[in-house]
């Protein structure tokens, strides 16, 4: 018959191994797989260096040895998150868009008529398009596009021009009826709609010309939207024809 531990030191015991079991499993989470929390806190670790390193030093210059010692962590862990360079550029434009687009709970769609709509929009998105880190990856894009064409398709594939196309081209259909626009017609002008609100105080910004103060970007917002609105009635109202390159 096995004699009874006295109450205290029995207590004592059990408390002893249950801390000999905690202890024992914080080491295998340690040394073993992280925990889901662990886990995004190291890829967005791996991402904070990436992107470092890609608006610093460029796509061509950036290698997964660098990115992997700068970010801490060996070459195994990162290849378990990524692929290769280019599923990573992705990951960081991907990044990079979430951080600048407006949050869910700002509404792009906010006025009464389709002017004051879109006057929003365009401070929405010019406020978006100047940000440090988007004019950042536009300037490494345009440096290393050539020698690595899939860099464009990789920034165009996770951005947002395709979202916002839709989106103003859905509002010309709403706001003009009348004008029966072909989803192609209304591609084509909502693309227009971005190059003229984005383009020029981008470049400006980028060093060809002053950067625009706050209260230009607004005006020059406001008189985008204007003329925009002017071509639009008149190229919808002009006869529908057939394009040529004559």
């Keep these: 018959m096995v004699p009874k531990l006295p109450t205290d030191l029995a207590a004592t015991r059990i408390v002893g191994a249950e801390k000999r079991r905690r202890m024992a ?5 340690r040394g073993g797989r992280p925990s889901r929390d662990q886990s995004l806190k190291l890829r967005d670790r791996i991402l904070e260096a990436a992107t470092a390193s ?31 360079k280019a599923s990573l550029f992705a990951a960081v434009v991907h990044r990079i868009i979430e951080q600048i687009r407006p949050p869910p709970s ?7 008529t389709l002017q004051e709509i879109l006057t929003r929009l365009a401070r929405l998105i010019l406020h978006a398009a100047l940000t440090p880190e988007a004019i950042a ?6 440096a290393e596009s050539q020698r690595f064409p ?13 979202e916002a196309t839709a989106l103003i081209g859905d509002l010309l259909a709403r706001h003009m009826p009348d004008a029966n626009l072909t989803p192609e017609l209304r591609a084509f002008a909502a693309a227009q ?3 003229l609100v984005v383009s020029l105080p981008q470049r400006r910004l980028m060093g060809f010309g002053l950067p625009m103060t706050s209260r230009e970007l607004e005006v020059w917002g406001d008189d985008a939207v204007s003329l925009f609105l002017s071509g639009c009635r008149g190229l919808f109202a002009a006869p529908t024809r057939k394009r040529t390159t004559e």
């Design 25 to 29: 499993a914080r080491a295998v989470r």
């Design 54 to 84: 890609f608006l610093t030093e460029g796509y061509g210059a950036t290698s997964i040895e660098a990115v992997a010692s700068r970010a801490g962590v060996s070459k195994r862990t990162f290849y378990h998150r990524f692929d290769d």
């Design 106 to 112: 700002v509404p792009l769609l906010e006025g009464a």
């Design 137 to 142: 990856l536009h300037r490494l894009v345009t």
């Design 150 to 162: 899939n860099l464009v398709r990789a920034v165009y594939e996770q951005g947002w021009s395709q």
């Design 193 to 195: 709609f971005l190059t």
